[in-house]
Nanobody
């Protein structure tokens, strides 16, 4: 049974930092691309960042470039999202997701497995 478990969310002031983690089990982690998505209240889920299985390829939505960094540890079966210079508009539930085909895609529908999400709230 595949499980993706996010952690590290919380309440932070604007300009602050958080580091999200997503621990994976039940899958061959090192073969999957891993993505982070977010969903603000009343909005659709949107792509944030993705990293290929090797860690060589990464992609970010423009609004987080230069502030967020995605990374992974294929020994610990964990993907991370370091979030710096947080803004109130970053407030959302953040989800990690696994892409079996390692396409490093931005498309929600192409991810095979999802975590339950972790809340990030940035106060102004």
């Amino acid at each position: 049974q595949v499980q993706l478990v996010e952690s590290g969310g919380g309440l932070v002031q604007a300009g602050g930092s958080l580091r999200l983690s997503c621990a994976a089990s039940g899958l061959t982690f090192r073969t999957y691309a891993m993505g982070w998505f977010r969903q603000a209240s009343g909005k659709e889920r949107e792509f944030v960042a993705v990293i290929s299985w090797s860690g060589i390829r990464t992609d970010y939505v423009d609004s987080v470039k230069g502030r967020f960094t995605i990374s992974r540890d294929n020994v610990k079966n964990t993907v991370y999202l370091q979030m710096n210079s947080l803004k109130p508009e970053d407030t959302a539930v953040y989800y990690c997701a696994a892409d079996l085909w390692d396409t490093a895609t931005r498309k929600v529908d192409e991810y095979n497995h999802w975590g339950q999400g972790t809340q990030v709230t940035v106060s102004s």
